[in-house]
């Protein structure tokens, strides 16, 4: 039992490790403008760093071989602004299944992708078909924001539509990336047009719509960035961190296939 670090592995390590039970985990963030105040490669700190702090806290817990993150996101939404280097979403996903695709000729039975970007969530629900279909390959989804409601009370505006470099995300890498915000540039980035909508149709709501960024704040960015202090980033980081753990522990305890 333990964690390997992918890449450090010689071949042969590989194939006494790479055996069904085992977990493979993979980070997927993007490289996309995230406004004047954070740095492009905002959500892929973010996984990266949550995805060590999971696997601090698994002492004694399922052999976990860690993959390279995957850096380049599904980013059309932001190709508006200079700096962001995306897939489109095809590419997204043939790029998850073919990698899928190896993990699975080395033993490999189970996957997690813990992903830090909002845009990568629909092409890995049809890469994680495919895997499944194709490869026998049992793949969890764990994009952290969708891990339950933040234990930091943000107001009802931020919590709704903070999700782009908002509160939560600016806090995030205060704690994770300690330098990283451009304190000068911090500012509030309200959503257009968000008092006039209390229904279903939304951004990001029940029924939601497409958007490229633009569309929500001529900046870019969605969320008062004011408000993600260093003590709320702490406890932010400390509740993903413990969930996404869990999410290993779980998908060690699936049933075979």
Request: glycine residues 12%.
């Amino acid at each position: 039992m333990g964690i390997h670090r992918w890449p450090s592995l010689t071949t042969e390590e590989l194939a006494a490790i790479a055996r069904p039970g085992a977990v493979a985990v993979q980070a997927l963030g993007a490289i996309e403008q995230h406004g004047p105040h954070l740095p492009l490669d905002t959500d892929t700190r973010i996984a990266e760093g949550l995805l060590a702090r999971a696997l601090d806290r698994l002492d004694g817990g399922p052999e976990v071989l860690v993959l390279p993150p995957l850096v380049f996101g599904a980013s059309d939404e932001h190709k508006s602004f200079p700096g962001t280097l995306g897939l489109d979403g095809r590419a997204l996903i043939d790029t998850l299944v073919t990698l899928g695709g190896d993990l699975a000729r080395t033993g490999i039975d189970r996957l997690v992708w813990v992903n830090g970007h909002g845009g990568n969530r629909a092409p890995m629900d049809l890469a994680a078909l495919a895997l499944r279909r194709d490869h026998g390959l049992r793949v969890v989804k764990c994009t952290y924001t969708r891990l339950g409601p933040p234990p930091v009370a943000f107001p009802a505006e931020e919590r709704a539509h903070g999700f782009h470099g908002g509160a939560l995300e600016t806090a995030l890498m205060r704690e994770l990336a300690p330098g990283s915000v451009r304190e000068n540039r911090l500012d509030g980035f309200p959503m257009k047009g968000a008092g006039d909508r209390c229904g279903p149709v939304d951004a990001e709501g029940p029924a939601s719509w497409a958007w490229l960024a633009e569309d929500l704040n001529e900046a870019g960015v969605i969320g008062d960035a004011r408000l993600g202090t260093a003590e709320a980033g702490a406890a932010l980081a400390d509740f993903y961190a413990e969930r996404i753990a869990r999410v290993l522990v779980e998908t060690a305890r699936l049933p075979g296939l």
